[in-house]
């Protein structure tokens, strides 16, 4: 089975995976405790896939991180003709 190669990474993956490494426990245990599948968890902690909004933010929450969006300036909606 061939691995995919890895995809250059946010910064919030940046911030969420250096978390993950720094909180002490094991990747099952913040799984199990964030409420996130661990083998999700561990393709994201490898590079191979990234994780969804709400997973990240179930990870963000267990591991005491708040996300944020930041503000930016954002054109009209387009209109839209019948």
Known sequence: ????PKRPSSALEDVLRRAV???GLTRYAVAKGAGVDVAALLRF????????LPSAA???????????LA?????????QRP
């Open 21 to 23: 490494r720094n909180s």
């Open 45 to 52: 902690m490898s590079g191979e896939r990234t994780l969804t």
């Open 1 to 4: 089975m061939t691995r995919k």
């Open 58 to 68: 179930k990870l963000a929450a267990f591991l005491g991180l708040e996300l944020r």
């Open 71 to 79: 503000k930016r300036k954002v054109g009209p909606a387009p209109t």
